[in-house]
């Protein structure tokens, strides 16, 4: 069952100003499975600044379409996109959605950034942010999949110029691999459907020496390997890990958060 909320909702678990409509400045295909979507407008003038990690909601209505005039009180459905650039000069932000379909069907975002062309409208709130990357450390590890490359590639931008470690995403093929800018000593493993899993390929990393920083985004199942994996084999303490699941296989956005609630309880039972 979809979950939906009234935006008044919205207004207290969001930064404010929330919410704000923008429109679409651009619609484009980066890789064959990444579509970027550009929008823009006088309402991103007053955006916070954001750090690596920031995210906002898009919000959809009851079939699926983009709300282009929020009403108080009136449900709506949520998708969460990282922000993968802001200009405040310019008053625009871009985000990178994932758009292949699962047996013919995509969701109603991926739905909506195939057929978004400029001058669409939709309504956003936010920006939300994640836990940042550990302050100490002697490299950094990061893995995510192809909905995490944003965030991967914002964090390695920002990097010191000295920084080492190694950086494994998973993409659907391998022509989805892009070129990010990092420093010359973390490499990036690109690993498509077909070669491995996420987890599968992190277990074949050289462990550096070190106490690493650990960031970590992708699907919930690979989550839990992963996050098992760091916590069991490699005993990396948790003040050093930010690991997360994006989405889960089989399930709406809606029902992969009650999921990942759940998880989260149940692993600081576990550290407890």
């Given amino acids: 069952k979809r979950q939906l909320y009234p935006l008044s909702y919205l207004e207290k678990i969001m930064s404010k100003p929330a919410p704000r409509v923008v429109e679409v400045i651009e619609s484009f295909r980066i890789t064959p499975n990444m579509q970027r979507i550009v929008l823009g407008g006088a309402t991103l003038e007053d955006f916070p600044d954001t750090r690596p990690g920031a995210y906002v909601k898009l919000l959809f209505d009851l079939n699926g379409d983009p709300v282009v005039q929020p009403a108080k009180d009136k449900p709506v ?3 969460t996109y990282t922000i993968n650039s802001f200009d405040r000069q310019k008053a625009q932000m871009s985000i990178d959605m994932v758009v292949h379909a699962k047996d013919g069907v ?13 001058g669409d409208k939709l309504t956003i709130a936010g920006p939300g942010s994640s836990k940042a990357l550990a302050e100490n450390y002697d490299w950094v590890l990061f893995a995510g999949d192809m909905t995490a490359l944003p965030s991967i590639r914002n964090y390695l931008q920002a990097l010191p110029s000295h920084t080492k470690g190694i950086a494994v995403i998973a993409i659907e093929h391998e022509t989805d691999a892009t070129t990010l800018e990092k420093p010359e000593g973390v490499s990036i493993q690109w690993v498509s459907k077909k070669e491995a899993t996420l987890s599968d390929a992190l277990q074949r990393i050289d462990w550096q020496q070190g106490t690493p920083a650990v960031w970590v985004a992708c ?3 690979q989550m839990r390997k992963i996050r098992s994996w760091l916590k069991d084999e490699k005993e990396v303490p948790h003040s050093q890990v930010y690991i997360s699941s994006y989405w889960r296989e089989g399930r709406s956005e809606d029902q992969h958060k009650i999921d990942k609630r759940q998880d989260v309880e149940a692993f600081a039972q576990q550290l407890a």
């Fill in 106 to 118: 995509t969701g109603p975002a991926a739905a909506w950034a195939l057929s978004a062309k400029e």
């Fill in 219 to 221: 699907e919930f199942s």
């Fill in 77 to 79: 459905a949520m998708r």
